[in-house]
């Protein structure tokens, strides 16, 4: 069984998170999804939902690493401790996985460096801003770039994550897991209906 270890903030965006964690959650012989932030305790989203979470000291090494995004990433991306300490965990995990502006959380600590990546199109530019050195896709839903995982905005997680089954678990998997909470995979990556043109 896999460690899937979400890292949380204050101003997290909810579906970034919790949509991965619904569909890793219904794979309960494969994942154990965990909520981490960085001191631990209770966290609160910007549509003001509270989470309870352990230190993120306390994050085995190895496992999967989830960094969702949300309007608290715009003051994280200068706050080394917290840089510093997802970095640790990002270059020990097995694979990293980014929703929407948490790609500028991955960013930051240079392991996107020469990568693909993408992000919420709607913050686009300010997330390129914060390293130039990465190989920014504006016309993605998702990339994958060895043990890298970026999504769009919000819900393009959700696409992602399936993804990653699907790679991990093969198509059938994917197709069942979609089919049992009624959603419509967008199994395309490069199919990205909110690209800014």
């Known amino acids: 069984m896999r460690d899937f270890n979400i890292v949380l903030f204050e101003q997290f965006e909810t579906l970034d998170a919790f949509g991965p964690a619904e569909i890793i959650g219904k794979l309960p012989d494969l994942y154990k999804p965990d909520y981490f932030s960085l001191k631990g305790g209770a966290v609160t989203s910007s549509q003001n939902l509270k989470a309870l979470t352990r230190p993120i000291k306390e994050i085995n090494a190895g496992g999967i690493l989830l960094l969702p995004g949300g309007m608290g990433t715009r003051g994280l991306v200068s706050d080394e401790i917290f840089i510093e300490a997802i970095s640790g965990l990002a270059h020990t995990a097995e694979y990293v996985l980014t929703v929407c502006t948490g790609s500028a959380l991955l960013a930051k600590t240079g392991l996107l460096d020469g990568k693909k990546a993408t992000t919420n199109k709607r913050a686009f530019d300010w997330v390129l801003a914060q390293n130039a050195r990465v190989n ?59 690209a800014l043109s």
């Open 136 to 194: 920014w896709q504006r016309r993605a839903r998702w990339t994958v770039d060895g043990r890298i995982y970026t999504a769009s905005g919000i819900s393009a997680g959700m696409d992602m994550t399936l993804g990653f089954i699907e790679q991990m678990h093969g198509e059938n998997m994917v197709r069942e897991l979609a089919g049992r909470i009624e959603y419509i995979w967008n199994a395309d990556k490069e199919n990205d209906p909110f």
